[in-house]
């Protein structure tokens, strides 16, 4: 884990928040739990269902299912990290909600379940962490029962509009060669955050043996004003709690006066001024 943050929990809880205004954390956790009721919803689930959310975190998944569905179905959460099981436990204690919910410490790569186990698997912004992610998907499909469903969301991080996208060669020394570098680690083949599409996921699934993968692509374009302060947290923030900042990954091109040379003037390009970004993203539902 990094020296930035020390486990998924606090990233969850905290450092994913860190560079946003109060406005933006609202914004941010009214888009979550728009985007869980989706998952939730295309999962299509029934009283009696026996469900796993893999990956999950602080629970927003699995809590969404509970508030829903409460003790009428079998939920198991599940997260490779203990720290999430045992913040998903404090919760779930602290809450009054009637659940007949388990936990599970497991590697998607290795769910620890038998084959045909589940009704419904889900997952949020899971994948898009895992490097091997058919090794992932075929897991998933091995415990889903027969006609069992699997919904998840994942961003498309490689879509994301780029730093230099916002920029001008005039505003920046040496532009082309950080548009260079912003491209070649934001098409890593190696880095699980990069290294997959809307077509590659579609490709996982039907080598895994879902027959019917759908997935929905969707845009979200979004225009604020930018400020020097958030600027510089692009750069320092962390994707997760054991992945490089952005900074951390300009500086596997350029020695540390340069990149913060590109930080300031990035900075004062854009500082008060209107900025429009996308981002893609996509839900998927396949069946077993
Ligand atoms: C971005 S968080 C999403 C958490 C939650 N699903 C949500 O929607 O808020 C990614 C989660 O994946 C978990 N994770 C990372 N690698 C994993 C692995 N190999 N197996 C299972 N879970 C993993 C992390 O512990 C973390 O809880």
């Known amino acids: 884990m ?17 560079h946003m205004s109060e406005v933006q954390v609202q914004q941010t956790f009214n888009w979550l739990f728009a985007v869980r009721n989706i998952v939730i919803e295309k999962a299509n689930i029934k009283a009696g269902d026996k469900i796993i959310d893999i990956g999950c975190g602080t629970g927003l998944l699995s809590f969404g299912v509970l508030e829903k569905f409460q003790d009428s179905v079998e939920l198991i959460f599940s997260d490779k990290f203990e720290d999430c099981l045992l913040e998903c436990k404090k919760l779930l204690e602290e809450s009054n909600i009637k659940h007949n919910a388990t936990f599970l410490q497991s590697d998607c790569l290795d769910i620890k379940l038998p084959d045909f186990s589940v ?3 889900l997952t949020r912004s899971v994948l898009v962490h895992i490097a091997d ?29 780029r730093y230099h996208e916002l920029t001008t060669p005039n505003e920046i020394t040496d532009w082309r060669a950080f548009k260079e570098a912003e491209d070649d ?17 579609a490709q996982n699934l039907d080598l895994a043996g879902f027959s019917d993968g759908d997935i929905d692509v969707q845009d979200t374009p979004s225009s604020y004003i930018a400020t020097k302060e958030a600027i510089k ?15 951390q990954r300009f500086l596997k091109y350029f020695d540390e006066d340069k990149v913060n040379n590109y930080i300031f003037e990035v900075q004062n390009a854009l500082h008060n001024k209107m900025i429009s970004v996308n981002s893609k993203t996509i839900f998927i539902r396949a069946t077993k």
Do not use: H, V
């Not at 990094?2 to 860190?18: A, E, G, H, M, V």
């Not at 998907?137 to 498309?156: D, H, M, S, V």
């Not at 947290?233 to 900074?247: E, L, N, V, Y």
């Open 185 to 201: 680690f934001m098409s890593d083949p190696n880095d699980p955050l990069t290294n997959f599409d809307a077509q590659s996921i």
């Open 2 to 18: 990094s020296d930035i943050c020390k486990n998924w929990t606090q990233w969850l809880k905290q450092t994913r928040f860190s």
């Open 119 to 121: 009704d419904k698997a």
């Open 233 to 247: 947290q692009w750069f320092d923030s962390a994707p997760s709690p054991d992945r490089p900042t952005t900074k």
């Open 133 to 161: 992610k058919q090794k992932a998907i075929n897991e998933i499909y091995r415990i889903l029962k027969k006609g069992g469903t699997y919904c998840a969301f994942e961003p498309i991080i490689k879509s994301n509009t």
